[in-house]
Every structure is written in structure tokens, then in C-alpha cells.
């Protein structure tokens, strides 16, 4: 294939079955088609319909941006939208994103989307972002993993950050394997070029030998206080739209009464300011 040329459709989808780690039998059996079928289609001896394409893509679990990718290489026009969160489409899901993050105070909430930018925020982020030495970090698009991860960002208040940090690579290293996204990537070797700190172990017992915690917490210090605060992650559930198919929200729990006390303390402070 010239190098100026559009991959034809079976290759990406030859592309996306390795990428699960399929074989060709596995795949077929899980889309009811036959394996010569699928062969056929990989190799371009056959064209598939729309609705193959679509029901291939569901299988592998592709994403909806490059779900309309491979419509395209197959010669049909792209099924999902992506419109602007600002859309007036979107504004039922705008509103539920925004009530969502609000909901969630005294507590911290931010909206990201595929790429771990800084969409939204509750009034529980700002004073968090003091902290941040790098002004230039906190300029649009702010990418919430740089935000974290840079040395003049975060990471000096971050108590646990070797912890903290390999939870976040971890993530990033699955969603990259999910998405094939090359901008995932470029981000990927960023952080990975950041200073790695030291990773400290339990007092009399090796790091291998420490028992793992059930979830990895952001310990943040913020003037005396150090908060301890486990994520959750949220998403729509049947998305048919790409902007809200790449959306998240990424919310935080006290993971001690400690922490507890201490947001609702922030939460007080702006609420009087």
C-alpha cells in the first residue's frame, strides 16, 4: 500500500483484533460470521456492509472516534457525532456533568475528557491548584495528568507520589492499549521524562514485601494538613455521541475523617469568602 493511502478497511480491522489479542476464529465466533468470512473482509477480497463494519467494531470494543474511522475506510459516512460539550444539544448532559461536580462538594470533582484535559471543576479544585508553582500549567487546555505529575506542578505536594504516580502510568499504559491513541502516547513519554522520586518501604520489611494497599489514595499536603483522598471514576453508560463517549468524571472521597474535616473547612472558607 503507497504510504499516501487511506489503510483500507480490513487491515484496521486486523489491526484492532491483534490489538485484543484475538485470533481470527475468536473473532468470528463472538460476531456469529463465519472465520472465511472474516478472513476475506481482513484481506480485502471482501468489502463489508455498514452494519459488518459496526457489529466488527462492537466486538473489538473500539471506540466510538475510531469507529467512524474505520466507516470511512470502508467508504460510509461516520454514524456518532461529536459536538462540543457547549452544544445546545449536549445541554441535558452539560447540566447533569454540572450537577454531578457540584453534587459532589465538600468534595473535590473534575471533568476530563480522552486526552485528561481539564473540562470542568467543582469549587473544591481551586484551592488545590495553589499549590501549583508552574503558572503556565494552569493555562487552557490543562492537562490533568501534567498538572500532577510535572516537578512544578503537584508532585512537590504530593506525599505518596512514586505511589501515586505509578497509579496514574498504570492507567494511562490501559487506556493507551484500549484506545491506540498516539496522542495518549506522546503524553505517556512526557511523564515517563519526569523525575522519578524514590520509593520509600514499610520500616523493617522490604518493598516487595509490604502488603499493597486495597486502593491507592493522593495524599496532598496542603499548609499543615495532609489529605488522603481515594478516586472514583464515572461515565456514561450508553453514549452515542464521541465527546460524551470520551467524557469522565473523576471524583474524590476523604479517605480519612481527618480529611473529612478538613475539606468541609475549605468548603466553609469559600463559601464565606
Do not use: C
Not at 201 to 219: D, F, M
Request: glycine fraction near 4%; aromatic fraction near 4%; charged fraction near 20%.
Amino acid at each position: 500500500m503507497n504510504k499516501h493511502q487511506q489503510p483500507v478497511i480490513g487491515h484496521l480491522i486486523r489491526d484492532w483484533r491483534q490489538l485484543r489479542r484475538l485470533s481470527q476464529l475468536d473473532l468470528a465466533l463472538e460476531a456469529e460470521i463465519s472465520q472465511k468470512h472474516l478472513s476475506f473482509i481482513e484481506s480485502g477480497r471482501s468489502a463489508p456492509s455498514r452494519d459488518m463494519v459496526l457489529l466488527l467494531a462492537e466486538h473489538l470494543g473500539v471506540p466510538l472516534r475510531e469507529r467512524n474511522a474505520l466507516l470511512l475506510s470502508a467508504g460510509y459516512a461516520p454514524v456518532y457525532l461529536e459536538r462540543s460539550l457547549e452544544d445546545p444539544s449536549l445541554q441535558a448532559a452539560r447540566s447533569a456533568i454540572d450537577m454531578l461536580l457540584k453534587g459532589h462538594e465538600p468534595y473535590p470533582a473534575v471533568a476530563i475528557d480522552r486526552h485528561w484535559t481539564l473540562l470542568a471543576a467543582n469549587a473544591m479544585i481551586p484551592p488545590l491548584l495553589t499549590l501549583v508553582e508552574d503558572a503556565d500549567l494552569l493555562r487552557p487546555p490543562v492537562n490533568v495528568l501534567r498538572l500532577s505529575l510535572h516537578p512544578r506542578g503537584l508532585a512537590p505536594a504530593i506525599v505518596n507520589l512514586a505511589e501515586w504516580r505509578g497509579h496514574l502510568i498504570a492507567r494511562l499504559r490501559q487506556q493507551i492499549r484500549a484506545t491506540a491513541d498516539p496522542l495518549l502516547a506522546e503524553l505517556l513519554t512526557e511523564l515517563l521524562s519526569y523525575p522519578v522520586p524514590a520509593v520509600p518501604t514499610a520500616k523493617g520489611r522490604s518493598h516487595e514485601e509490604a502488603e499493597p494497599p486495597i486502593v491507592v489514595p493522593l495524599q496532598l499536603r496542603l499548609g499543615e494538613s495532609v489529605l488522603s483522598l481515594i478516586s472514583t471514576t464515572t461515565v456514561f453508560g450508553t453514549p452515542v455521541d464521541v465527546t460524551l463517549s470520551e467524557l469522565a468524571l473523576e471524583t474524590f472521597f476523604p479517605a480519612d475523617e481527618a480529611t473529612g474535616l478538613a475539606l468541609r473547612a475549605i468548603a466553609e472558607a469559600n463559601a464565606s469568602a
